[in-house]
T-cell receptor, first 113, second 112 residues
């Protein structure tokens, strides 16, 4: 357990509404990640952060933005949610060092109707 | 695209060793092999990683061939709680900015 929490754990929202998911860690790890998981696609990286205010895009970043104003929090925002963004979202942190193994949070199940 | 190939599913009897193969024939000399697993609806769980030597921890053993083109994850005494999807991943990139590219993994079912 790397002290990672995600909120909310479940959310149902309507198309076109903004949604923000929060990832919180308690151990001051530098690297944080947002993934989404869909049937048939496995996990895909959305955005990641390598420090406060330092973020970069992953492979499926369109329609998402992120912010990291504090080491412990990494926020994922869907500016205008679409049904294609219905998914399970996982946050992860990377233990800095030689190999950077990642540890994942419990996930947020988002449904966009 | 994932740089690894795994069988889609495997079965194992409880108490027996589970040997999960992975092919990574295009791996580069400085790329690590990681194994993760995902138990139904939970977040993926880190298991083990290696570069070229065999590795063992409290969860599993990792055997990497001398040419590094393939590896095997060994769960020495599988239990029902080891039923999960197991992902073999080659790290792409360096220094924390790497991307873990998850393929479809192997669904391991441990039977009583």
């Amino acid at each position: 357990d790397a002290g990672i929490t995600q909120s909310p754990r479940h959310k149902v929202t309507e198309t076109g509404t903004p949604v923000t998911l929060r990832c919180h860690q308690t151990e001051n790890h530098r690297y944080m990640y947002w993934y989404r998981q869909d049937p048939g696609h496995g996990l895909r990286l959305i955005h990641y952060s390598y420090g406060v205010k330092d973020t970069d895009k992953g492979e499926v970043s369109d329609g998402y933005s992120v912010s990291r104003s504090k080491t412990e929090d990494f926020l994922l925002t869907l500016e205008s949610a679409t049904s294609s963004q219905t998914s399970v979202y996982f946050c992860a942190i990377s233990v800095s060092g030689v190999t950077y193994e990642q540890y994942f949070g419990p996930g947020t199940r988002l449904t966009v109707t | 695209d994932a740089k690894t190939t795994q069988p889609p599913s495997m079965d194992c009897a409880e108490g027996r060793a589970a040997n999960l193969p992975c092919n990574h024939s295009t791996i580069s000399g400085n790329e690590y092999v990681y194994w993760y697993r995902q138990i139904h609806s939970q977040g993926p769980q880190y298991i083990i990683h290696g570069l070229k030597n065999n590795e063992t921890n409290e969860m599993a053993s990792l055997i990497i061939t001398e040419d590094r083109k393939s590896s095997t994850l060994i769960l020495p005494h599988a239990t029902l709680r080891d039923t999960a999807v197991y992902y073999c991943i080659v790290r792409v990139g360096q220094g924390g900015s790497e991307k873990l590219v998850f393929g479809k993994g192997t669904k391991l079912t441990v039977n009583p």
